[in-house]
Each structure stands twice: as structure tokens, then as C-alpha cells.
């Protein structure tokens, strides 16, 4: 859990947690608007178990490039103007697929 003093919010790293995503988001989120980061790698590897596990929900999703190259301002930028475009809200949740460049 990492906790703020205006706010906290739950981490989940552990083994087999694609398979049970669907299962947990309710225990901390309510709505049904789901917005995904990922790089092209790891979306690639893992699309169709994550929009599986995730079925139950109105899916967005970004991809960026993996690597060094992608750490960067643009990236950002590039990322929040097409969350932006998708519709996200501020209570909307935002699941960062993957490490690197999308943490």
C-alpha cells in the first residue's frame, strides 16, 4: 500500500495476479473504465490474457514503445494526450501493464 497524506492506493505484485486482475480491481475500484499503459512488448506478449481478465470492463488502452528511447517528456506527454482523448476522468483507474518505461 502506498499512502500519502492526502491519499493511498494498493500495489498488487505477485505471481499469477493477471489471472485473478478481474477479481481484485472491485475490492478498490468501483467504476468500469479501465485505462492500460503498456509498452509494445509486454502488450504484445500478454493482450489477450489481460483483455480477458478484464472483460468485465470498458477497456482504453496505450501503448508505447519499449526501451531507454521512451523515457522521456514526449512519451509523457504523447501518453496523457491520448488518455485524454480516450475519455479518461480523475476516478478513472490507470494500470501500468509492465515496468521501465511504463512505471
Known amino acids: 500500500m502506498i499512502e500519502h497524506k492526502n491519499l493511498s ?3 498488487h505484485i505477485e505471481e499469477g495476479a493477471l489471472n485473478r486482475l478481474g477479481a481484485m ?6 467504476g468500469r473504465d479501465v485505462f492500460v499503459v ?6 504484445g506478449l500478454y493482450r489477450e490474457a489481460l483483455l480477458e481478465a478484464l472483460k468485465a470492463y470498458s477497456v482504453e488502452t496505450v501503448v508505447v514503445e519499449p526501451g531507454e528511447g521512451s523515457k522521456s517528456l514526449s512519451t509523457y506527454e504523447d501518453v496523457s494526450r491520448k488518455l485524454i482523448e480516450h475519455g479518461i476522468r480523475r476516478d478513472h483507474l490507470i494500470i501500468a ?6 512505471g
Open 9 to 11: 492506493y494498493p500495489i
Open 25 to 30: 480491481l472491485p475490492t478498490f475500484y468501483e
Open 38 to 43: 503498456s509498452d509494445r512488448t509486454v502488450f
Open 97 to 102: 501493464f509492465g515496468g521501465g518505461v511504463v
